[in-house]
């Protein structure tokens, strides 16, 4: 496979049971995600954004098809380093942010570098010079509940920073926030997707990454209906 792509999926399918009833949340998704694009998602609640983005995050198991993750196929790692990808090669973001409530900025961005291995001290320097980034350099020991909405989605993309990954996936990350803020947080990661090289797969109902995006990639009822290049 190409270095140039990052993640490929071929006939990825996710069929969920729920009592007797059987859904195909994903009908075979074959996609080549390339290193360095700015790739939207865009579709309709329900046709299988969130499930797709568990598939290729490492964070559920397709039934069936493969994913590659960086040449390698996904699901044939052993957990270790299934689990190693996710802490390392993977930033998560997401619609509700998902932080920590009892910790401050700065240790939410620094939890995941200290399950990397770093030092408290290591840590602490480098979240904070993540979060200086992000622009919340004088929020440093808020916690979430006294932070904005677009000021904790601000510290969910320094987390997902944390340990310089190669993808950053965010689903539906302004799907929380007013349209202003909304667009801030997309200005941020098309810009951390320029100058720092991080592939960004964002899904999204937001028009307004339309703009920030390379490719927009259309789904509905778990099936691939087209890609735009822009
Ligand atoms: N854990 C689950 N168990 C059963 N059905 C699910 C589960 N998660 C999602 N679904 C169903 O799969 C389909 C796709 O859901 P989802 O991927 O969350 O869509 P989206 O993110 O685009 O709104 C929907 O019909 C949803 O109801
Ligand atoms: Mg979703």
Not at 3 to 23: M, S
Not at 65 to 78: A, H, I, N, R, T
Not at 113 to 139: C, D, K, N, P, Y
Request: with cysteine; aromatic share 6%; glycine share 8%.
């Amino acid at each position: 496979m190409s270095q140039d792509i990052i993640i490929r999926t071929e006939n990825v399918k996710k069929l969920y049971r729920l009592g007797d009833e059987e859904i195909w949340a994903l009908k075979g998704i074959s996609i080549d995600i390339r290193r360095g694009e700015f790739l939207s998602i865009m579709g309709p609640s329900g046709s299988g954004k969130s499930t797709f983005f568990n598939q290729i995050g490492a964070l559920d198991v397709p039934t069936e098809g493969k994913v590659y993750f960086e040449g390698e196929s996904l699901f044939d790692l052993p957990e270790s380093k299934q689990a190693w990808i996710r802490c390392n090669r993977i930033g998560y973001i997401f619609q509700t942010f998902n932080l920590m409530p009892v910790m401050s900025a700065l240790q939410n961005v620094a939890l995941p570098m200290t399950f990397q291995g770093a030092s408290r001290e290591e840590s602490s320097a480098r979240a904070a010079a993540i979060l200086e980034r992000v622009g919340l350099g004088h929020r440093l020991h808020h916690k979430p509940f006294e932070l904005s909405g677009g000021q904790q989605q601000r510290v969910a993309v320094a987390r997902s920073l944390a340990n310089t990954p190669s993808v950053i996936l965010a689903d539906e990350p302004t799907g929380n926030l007013d349209t202003r803020t909304g667009g801030e947080i997309i200005e941020l990661i098309k810009e951390l997707n320029i100058n720092e090289g991080v592939t960004v797969i964002c899904s999204t109902h937001d028009e307004k990454m339309l703009a920030a995006s390379n490719r927009v990639c259309w789904i509905s009822d778990g099936q691939l209906d087209r890609i735009i290049e822009h």
